[in-house]
C-alpha cells in the first residue's frame, strides 16, 4: 500500500523546499523530445500525425510507470522528458541534502513533494567519500608539517616527545598523524589548572576508598611500567601490556584509570568554558568561581548542566523549544551530534546510561573506558576493544539477508524505579521481536522502466517488517534486575543460547549496540565483511579517524530510522527486493573491513594512547606555567 508521511511544521520550515507547481505538462514543439519532431516533420497528414503521436504518448506514459497519481507532475514530467533523475541519470535535479546540524531529511511526503528528489542516503554516502578523501590526502607527511599543522590546530607547542612519537608513528605505518582532535579538547581544560592540584587530585586515589576504590594507578618511571592494585586487573593490567612495545618512548607519569565501563566524573558546561578560558589566556583558573556541585541536585538539573547554555535541549527545557520533530525520515549526517541528548534530546530518555549520571565535581583526572563530551575523564584505547577477532570473513554476498544481534538485556538497573522499558537495549528488543499489525510507514526506493530511482511510502505491520528484516535476540537470561522483575522477565521474554562472533558473521547486516558503556563488539563486526549499523552515545576514540556512511551505517538511538535505512539496503519485503542498494552495502562492508585492518591495529591504539601520554605528561609537569595560546598567522 503506498501512504502519505507529513512533516511537521518546523521540519518543512528547516528543509527550506520550494514551492509545489501544479502546472500542467505543456506539450509544446520545444517540449518534445528530438525524436518525436523528427518524425513528426517526416510525416504529412493531419489525422495520422495526430493517431501516431497519440500512441506514442500512451505508450510514453505506461511504460514511465509514475509511482502514484498524485506524484509531483513536475518531477514527473522532466522524467517523460528525459531530465529524471534516477540510477539512470548523470544528476539529480536537487542533490543539496536537506538537513541541520545533526540530521539529514528525506522529503517528507514523495508523493506531493517530488518521489524522484535523491534519496539523502545517496547524498550522506557521496558527502562521506569526499570528506574521507580530502581528510586522507591533508594529513602531514613530515615531522616539520606535523608541527606546523599542530600549532595551527591547537596554538600550542606540541608537547616534549612529539619528535619521537612522530617517528615512531610513521615507522609503524599509522595513518591520520593529524586527526587527534578529540583527544586535545578532552585535555585542553586541565591546562588552565595548576600541575600541583591536580597531582593532589591523583595522590588521593592512592587512598583505596571513595574514588581511589574505583581507580587502579599506573606509574611509568624511566620506561617502566608499574602497575598498582584494583580491583580489575583486566583494565590495569591490558593497559601495560598496550604500552610495553613503547615503554622506551614513555614519560614519567602517573596514570589513573577508573575501572568502570563508564566515565567517572562530570563537568557543568560553563564550568568546562572556565577552564578552558583559564588554558587558552594563560592564567590559572580560581575554581571557587565555577558552578560546582549542588545540594540534591537533580539528575535533570544536571542534565541540562552539562550542555551548552544555546543548545537544543537547554531550549528544550526552558520551553523555548518542543523536542525537535525528528520523528520522519531523517538520517544522521553528524554522527557526533546524534550521540548526545544536548543535540537531540529526545535521547535523553532513551538511553539506559542516561537514568543516571555522576555529580558534577571540579576537574578530576581520570583515564576512562568509554566518555560522553560532558565528561571530565580522557579517553584511551583499552585492548579489549581489539582482542575480539572472529575468524569468519565470509563475502558480503553470501551472508544471510537480515539485522541480526545477540545479547544481553542489560544497559540499566532493571528496578521498579527505573524506566528501564525504555533503555536502549529493551527497546531494540521489544521493537525488532514485535508482531504488532499496526500498521507503519517505510520509506522505500524504486526504479521506473526508465530506469529513474525514485521515492515510495509503503504501508507494513511490524509482524511483517520483522519477518523480513530482523534476527534480534535476547540471550541467557534476565541481568540487573530485581528478583520480582528477573522472574518476570523469564516469563515474558525469549532467550536463547549466546552467539559467537563467528556465527553472528554469517549475516549482513549486525546491530552494534551499547551494553552499560561502550560497544566492545565493533572492531569484530568491521572486520568481519558485514554492514555494521552503529547506534551509540559514546563517541570511540577512533571518532576523528572514521568516516560514517563510508565505513559504516549511523543509526539513532531512537530506531526511528532503521526500517527505513534496511529497506534502503536490502530492498523491499517483495521476493525481488525491490529498490535494493546491495553494490552500495558492500561497498561499505568492504571499505568498513579495509578499515579496520588498516586504521585499528594495536600500534594504532599504541599511538593513540602515547600521544595521550605526552600531553598527559605536559599537563603534570610540575615546572609547567600558565601558557597562553600561540598567535599565529597560519
Known sequence: MVNSRRGSLQELQRMDRTSVDYTPLAWSPAARPKSVRTWLRSRCGTATVALSVTTILLVVIAASSPPQSGTHLRDWSQNLMGGGSGTGST???????????????AVPDPNVEGSY????????????????AAKVARQSKTYEAAVHEYKRRYRREPPPGFDKWFEWAQKHDVQLLDEYDSLYRQIEPMLGVRPKTLKERVDAYRDKKGRGRDHGLITIKDGVITVGEGWRPAVTEGFAELMQPVAHLLPDVVVPLYLHDAASATLDWRARQGYQKAAREGYWVNESELPIELEHESVWTKRERQCPLDSPYRRFVIGLDTKPPVGGPAFIRNHTNAMTYCMAPQLADMHGSLAQTADI??????????????????????????????????????KAHKLLWRGSPDGISVTHDKHWRQSHRFRLLTLLNS?????????????????????????????ELNDRYSDVRATGGPVQCAPAICEHLKETMTFVPKASLEEMADHRYVMDVDGNAYSARFRAHLQSNQLPFKSTIFPGWFMDRIQPWVHYVPVRVDYADLYDVLAFFDGGLDAARTGNHDDLAEEIAMAGSDWAHGFWRLDDMRAYTLRLLLEWARVFDPARKPTAQLELNV
Open 361 to 398: 565535581q571540579n576537574l578530576l583526572p581520570s583515564f576512562a573506558l568509554s566518555t560522553h563530551e560532558w565528561n571530565a575523564d580522557v579517553l584511551w584505547t583499552p585492548p579489549i576493544l581489539y582482542d575480539l577477532n572472529p575468524k569468519n570473513e565470509s563475502p558480503f554476498r553470501e
Open 117 to 132: 528528489a535523491e534519496h539523502p542516503i545517496h547524498g550522506l554516502i557521496r558527502e562521506g567519500k569526499e570528506q574521507w
Open 91 to 105: 544528476e539529480h535535479p536537487s542533490t543539496t541534502l536537506r538537513s541541520d546540524e545533526t540530521y539529514a531529511y
Open 435 to 463: 508482531n504488532d499489525t499496526e500498521p507503519r510507514i517505510v520509506r522505500q526506493t524504486k526504479w521506473d522502466h526508465f530506469g529513474r530511482e525514485y521515492q515510495v511510502d509503503v504501508q507494513h505491520t511490524l509482524a
